[in-house]
């Protein structure tokens, strides 16, 4: 079951990453840090309408004060998936993150239930840990129905069916620490400065963080079925303490993120000019770029389902191994002592739409730093 969702998954991320890649007009961002803001439903989809409150709207006005708090910032690019009330549909949705080449994707919405549950929740992308997970995402996934041709642009999605979205998180899971760790800063802000009730950080398989390949995360903001907290959210003091909360963390996430950015950038640029001059003085010598006992391969995935390291299933690349570490099965493409060779191997995979594949290094089968082995050649 799973290893055909698997399957199933991999084709849909080619035809996915086809659509990213063949389409030619990608908005410049100036290097700057993209956030998109979704705000969920719209048009003739209005969402959940517990005690007459409507989500679609609340959730329009809470991402565009989101976006106006952020778009204070001169290094951040802000983009809606719609900024007044139409219908967008969902895959839709992740495309524009996508051809963005977004940094963060931000979905916002309401939650209802039949009982008096109330608080507030952020998920990101994965299994359905429980039940009511499972009843959160399909309320949102159910969307797609309203949608035309929701049976060509679905196919593989059976909402009633939590095991559908089984093998269906790879790419996700790629982004899933940054998710979590935004997420986490969300819920931090609405318990500790606005005292909400706090659900947590949960893990479920929405369809629009399917779609996105970036962090990720769906806010549901409050139950508008539980009065006191729909009339909150409906209020303008509500709406604006969640916006001021959500970009609060975004810049957070930003921050941290940065600094990492800024160690990448100059490591680049040193192991770059390092080669260069290696390769310029020794003039094809083998040896230069290996170091003894250690190993490069690529990782163009990772899964929480063990898939057939066959090259079928990945998009015709071989040699593939995967290894498990906790619950999480890591594949890998090549293995190769040389760093110019593992570069080569990394741009094909890059090429055949594992855009987001990087390299590691192992010392005598142990996962090692690469900046490490780099720093001793
Ligand atoms: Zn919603």
Same mark, same amino acid.
């Given at each position: 079951?799973?290893?055909?969702?698997?399957?199933?998954?991999?084709?849909?991320? +080619?035809?996915? #990453?086809?659509?990213?890649? &063949? !389409?030619?007009?990608?908005?410049?961002?100036?290097?700057? =840090?993209?956030?998109? @803001?979704?705000?969920?439903?719209?048009?003739?989809?209005?969402?959940?309408?517990?005690?007459?409150?409507?989500?679609?709207?609340?959730?329009?006005?809470?991402?565009?004060?989101?976006?106006?708090?952020?778009?204070?910032?001169?290094?951040?690019?802000?983009?809606?998936?719609?900024?007044?009330?139409?219908?967008?549909?969902?895959?839709?949705?992740?495309?524009?993150?996508?051809?963005?080449?977004?940094? +963060?994707?931000? #979905?916002?919405?309401?939650? &209802? !239930?039949?009982?008096?549950?109330?608080?507030?929740?952020? =998920?990101?992308?994965? @299994?359905?840990?429980?039940?009511?997970?499972?009843?959160?995402?399909?309320?949102?996934?159910?969307?797609?129905?309203?949608?035309?041709?929701?049976?060509?642009?679905?196919?593989?999605?059976?909402?009633?069916?939590?095991?559908?979205?089984?093998?269906?998180?790879?790419?996700?899971?790629?982004?899933?620490?940054?998710?979590?760790?935004?997420?986490?800063?969300?819920?931090?802000?609405?318990?500790?400065? +606005?005292?909400?009730?706090?659900?947590?950080?949960?893990?479920?398989?929405?369809?629009?963080?399917?779609?996105? =390949?970036?962090?990720?995360?769906?806010?549901?903001?409050?139950?508008?079925?539980?009065?006191?907290?729909?009339?909150?959210?409906?209020?303008?003091?509500?709406?604006?303490?969640?916006?001021?909360?959500?970009?609060?963390?975004?810049?957070?996430?930003?921050?941290?993120?940065?600094?990492?950015?800024?160690?990448?950038?100059?490591?680049?640029?040193?192991?770059?000019?390092?080669?260069?001059?290696?390769?310029?003085?020794?003039?094809?010598?083998?040896?230069?770029?290996?170091?003894?006992?250690?190993?490069?391969?690529?990782?163009?995935?990772?899964?929480?389902?063990?898939?057939?390291?066959?090259?079928?299933?990945?998009?015709?690349?071989?040699?593939?191994?995967?290894?498990?570490?906790?619950?999480?099965?890591?594949?890998?493409?090549?293995?190769?002592?040389?760093?110019?060779?593992?570069?080569?191997?990394?741009?094909?995979?890059?090429?055949?739409?594992?855009?987001?594949?990087?390299?590691?290094?192992?010392?005598?089968?142990?996962?090692?730093?690469?900046?490490?082995?780099?720093?001793?050649?």
């Amino acid at each position: 079951m799973s290893r055909f969702f698997s399957t199933l998954f991999l084709l849909m991320s +080619l035809s996915l #990453s086809q659509i990213i890649y &063949s !389409h030619g007009e990608t908005p410049p961002n100036d290097g700057k =840090f993209t956030v998109v @803001l979704d705000a969920g439903h719209g048009g003739h989809d209005p969402g959940n309408l517990g005690n007459g409150f409507k989500e679609k709207d609340i959730a329009l006005k809470i991402v565009l004060q989101v976006g106006a708090i952020l778009e204070k910032d001169p290094n951040i690019n802000v983009i809606y998936t719609r900024k007044d009330d139409s219908f967008v549909d969902l895959y839709v949705r992740g495309k524009i993150a996508n051809e963005a080449k977004a940094d +963060l994707f931000v #979905s916002v919405h309401c939650n &209802s !239930h039949n009982s008096s549950a109330h608080g507030t929740e952020t =998920f990101v992308l994965g @299994l359905h840990a429980n039940k009511r997970n499972f009843e959160v995402a399909k309320n949102e996934n159910s969307v797609i129905y309203l949608e035309d041709d929701y049976e060509v642009n679905y196919a593989g999605y059976d909402i009633n069916s939590p095991e559908s979205f089984i093998g269906l998180t790879i790419m996700q899971e790629e982004f899933l620490d940054n998710s979590i760790l935004l997420a986490k800063s969300i819920q931090d802000n609405f318990t500790g400065k +606005l005292k909400r009730v706090d659900r947590g950080v949960k893990q479920a398989g929405f369809i629009v963080l399917h779609q996105t =390949f970036m962090p990720s995360v769906l806010v549901e903001t409050g139950f508008l079925t539980y009065k006191p907290e729909g009339s909150y959210l409906n209020s303008s003091k509500g709406k604006s303490d969640m916006a001021t909360s959500i970009a609060d963390a975004v810049l957070k996430y930003k921050h941290s993120v940065d600094e990492n950015i800024g160690d990448d950038f100059s490591f680049e640029v040193k192991d770059h000019t390092s080669h260069a001059s290696n390769t310029t003085a020794t003039n094809s010598s083998d040896g230069v770029d290996t170091v003894e006992g250690v190993t490069f391969r690529v990782q163009i995935a990772a899964g929480s389902s063990a898939i057939e390291t066959k090259s079928y299933n990945f998009k015709g690349l071989s040699p593939i191994s995967r290894e498990k570490e906790g619950n999480i099965y890591r594949y890998y493409y090549g293995e190769v002592a040389s760093y110019e060779s593992v570069k080569e191997l990394q741009q094909k995979a890059k090429k055949k739409g594992y855009g987001t594949s990087f390299i590691v290094a192992f010392k005598n089968g142990e996962k090692v730093k690469v900046k490490s082995v780099l720093n001793s050649m």
